[in-house]
């Protein structure tokens, strides 16, 4: 360092400053400005950079709590049908139920008239050949009864005496 301050001049400390001087001019008028302004335009890009994507982030949170929302109405959809679906299942199990017992019960009527019918139109027919069985023996009686005068005589009698005792 004594070496430097001995051989100082003055003359070339004047040219450095100079030539620093102007350098430093070079540079402010040619590079310092186009440097700063695209420090500045990188610094502006990031901005918006920044911007854009804090917009995104929110713009997802919006179609997350839209998507969020529509699950939910989708899922109360889904279970109102289900639900709707169940009701009108249990209904229509309900009424055919009922119909099948309607059917059951008029064919039930149905039978029971239809026994009633056959039971009487059965005692018809059994009235009808127990009167031609009795007439047909009283027939063969009374020939039996009617074919000599004195059991004539004497069935006469004692239908009289029975009108007479009635």
Do not use: C
Not at 64 to 72: E, P, V, W
Not at 91 to 115: T, W, Y
């Amino acid at each position: 360092m004594d070496k430097l301050i001995n051989d100082f001049s003055f003359g070339l400390f004047i040219w450095q400053i100079a030539i620093f001087v102007g350098l430093i001019l070079l540079l402010k008028k040619f590079a310092w400005k186009p440097i700063l302004d695209a420090v500045n335009d990188r610094e502006e890009g990031i901005k918006n950079a920044l911007l854009s994507a804090e917009n995104a982030r929110k713009e997802m949170q919006n179609l997350q709590a839209d998507n969020q929302r529509i699950l939910q109405e989708a899922r109360l959809e889904r279970d109102n049908m289900l639900k709707d679906a169940r009701e009108m299942k249990e209904k229509m199990v309900a009424d055919a139920k009922n119909e099948a017992q309607a059917q059951g019960l008029k064919m039930i009527e149905q039978a029971k008239a239809a026994i009633e019918s056959e039971k009487n139109a059965a005692m018809a027919e059994l009235k009808l050949q127990v009167s031609t069985l009795s007439l047909s023996i009283a027939e063969k009686i009374l020939k039996d009864e009617l074919s000599n005068k004195e059991a004539q005589t004497k069935l006469v009698e004692k239908m009289l005496g029975d009108v007479k005792l009635n």
